[in-house]
T-cell receptor, first 112, second 118 residues
Framework: AQSVTQLDSHVSVSEGTPVLLRCNYSSSYSPSLFWYVQHPNKGLQLLLKYTSAATLVKGINGFEAEFKKSETSFHLTKPSAHMSDAAEYFCVVDPGTYKYIFGTGTRLKVLA | GAVVSQHPSRVICKSGTSVKIECRSL??????MFWYRQFPKKSLMLMATSNEGSKATYEQGVEKDKFLINHASLTLSTLTVTSAHPEDSSFYIC??????????????FGPGTRLTVL
């Protein structure tokens, strides 16, 4: 069965420090993996996606994620957090069915 | 590119009435559209998948007679909540993609519609 686990429901960082949001997946097939961000009462915005090309994927707003097949992980990172990064982040897997499987989300808080 | 809009952004209705939510892909043709429901502080739950001109495929546990989905064109899908009750209050989000169910592609999400049933 396919699944996505976001290991932290809440992450707090100080502005200017690195961000690490963790995601592990389980998939029987070669999946496509995505990170989306949701600001309060808004829809989801695509940050980046992995589709079996380069394992290090660069996204918008300075975010990047590395696909590690041996660890079944797809962690999201950013070198320096901004206040505007405070939001809910979802790790998503598409196991090849075009039906997204969502993680439970990680709420990122950025402290001034 | 790949912008999806939803209308209305917020709706309040009385119990027993029906509410229609529109989802439009503004700058691309959406072969497949999805409807999700999101409860407070929770993840998204897929309700149904629709391909243009075909009947929607509903996920297990979703009442197809209560949540009517129409995908009449490649740029428009509608979700009608019939005989709404307070327990239907939620945040409804649509997404659209250029791929077909069974394949894989990026989904582009609308901004969501907050439904409150009194």
């Amino acid at each position: 069965a396919q699944s996505v686990t976001q290991l932290d429901s809440h992450v707090s960082v100080s502005e200017g420090t690195p961000v690490l949001l963790r995601c592990n997946y389980s998939s029987s097939y070669s999946p496509s993996l995505f990170w989306y961000v949701q600001h309060p009462n808004k829809g989801l915005q695509l940050l980046l996606k992995y589709t079996s090309a380069a394992t290090l994927v660069k996204g918008i707003n300075g975010f990047e994620a590395e696909f590690k097949k041996s660890e079944t992980s797809f962690h999201l990172t950013k070198p320096s957090a901004h206040m505007s990064d405070a939001a809910e982040y979802f790790c998503v897997v598409d196991p090849g069915t075009y039906k997204y499987i969502f993680g439970t989300g990680t709420r990122l808080k950025v402290l001034a | 590119g790949a912008v999806v809009s939803q209308h209305p952004s917020r709706v309040i209705c009385k119990s027993g009435t029906s509410v229609k939510i529109e989802c439009r892909s503004l700058d691309f043709q959406a072969t497949t559209m999805f409807w999700y429901r999101q409860f407070p502080k929770k993840s998204l739950m897929l309700m149904a998948t629709s391909n243009e001109g075909s009947k929607a495929t509903y996920e297990q546990g979703v009442e197809k007679d209560k949540f009517l989905i129409n995908h009449a064109s490649l740029t428009l899908s509608t979700l009608t909540v019939t005989s709404a009750h307070p327990e239907d209050s939620s945040f409804y989000i649509c997404s659209a993609g250029k791929g077909l169910a069974g394949g894989t592609d990026t989904q582009y999400f609308g901004p969501g519609t907050r439904l409150t049933v009194l």
